[in-house]
């Protein structure tokens, strides 16, 4: 059961890509952020009605890059996109953790990890092609929101976080209250959606938003980082796999390459401790 509800926020968010494709492409991206954000908090609330534990200060800081800053890049990236490349642009997250601890913590990789990184890069590069004619701007925001995420999970780390359930509703209340005026400033007032998008904003702010954020916070907090680093590899994989079965996206064989190198890396990197060396080296002063 455990690893049921770990599976369900990486499948839940890697439909996220097909769903802008298919129903929401015609809606501002910075109002979908509101809808997916503000609802979602909301629900949680009533459900769990109590005030955090967390300090506002880092509560809005945690808000602000979890929920308003990244929801804002996930979507522009989302837009500008194909899922295949925004998906597994965003599971670069173990290489950003990597390059994160190396530079903030002096926690140098060992040859192994540094070679791993190096391949993950390598994918990079092959995804993103020349001839590819991928949008800069796409490819930043996904980076830059992974980089984000890779911030705040250190944060939560190392913070008293108390009651999971109750951060993340408050951080979907308080990041969707703050993507309001940037919404408004970007694209004007918000128009009420058709009934026709009703159905995908319900799967958007309830499974996509409310249940995923659960599951992946409370599966954190159970299976530990190391297998729910494993259990990410299924959000690319989803996104892949919708965007080329159901959007009718195409790739050339270079990004194909690509895709594939940077699931190896990833994959490589989450092998049982016994079986890999330490991932990090102290760097000596």
Known sequence: MPFIIALLAPVFWGTTYALVSLYLHDMSPYWVAVWRALPAGILMLMLRPRLPTLVWSKLGLLAFCNIGAFFTLLFIGAYRLPGAVAGTLGATLPLIFLILAWLIDKKR????????????????ILLLNPSADLDPIGVLCMLSATTLIAFSSRWMQKWDVGDFLVLTAWQLLLGGLMLIPLAW????????????LVPSLIWLVI??????YWAWLWSMRNL???IMGMVALVNPVVAVSLGVM????????????????????????????????????????
């Open 185 to 196: 400033f970007m694209a004007g007032p918000p128009q009420l959606p058709s009934m026709t």
């Open 246 to 285: 159901i959007v009718g996206e195409t790739l050339d064989m270079r990004q194909w390459m690509g895709i594939a190198v940077i699931l190896l890396s990833l994959l490589l990197m989450k092998l049982p401790q016994n079986l890999r060396l330490n991932p990090f080296k102290k760097v000596q002063p």
């Open 224 to 226: 530990g980082p190391e």
């Open 207 to 212: 499974a996509n938003t409310a249940v995923a």
């Open 109 to 124: 990789p060992g040859m192994k990890w540094l070679l791993l990184g190096l391949m993950g890069l390598g994918g990079v």
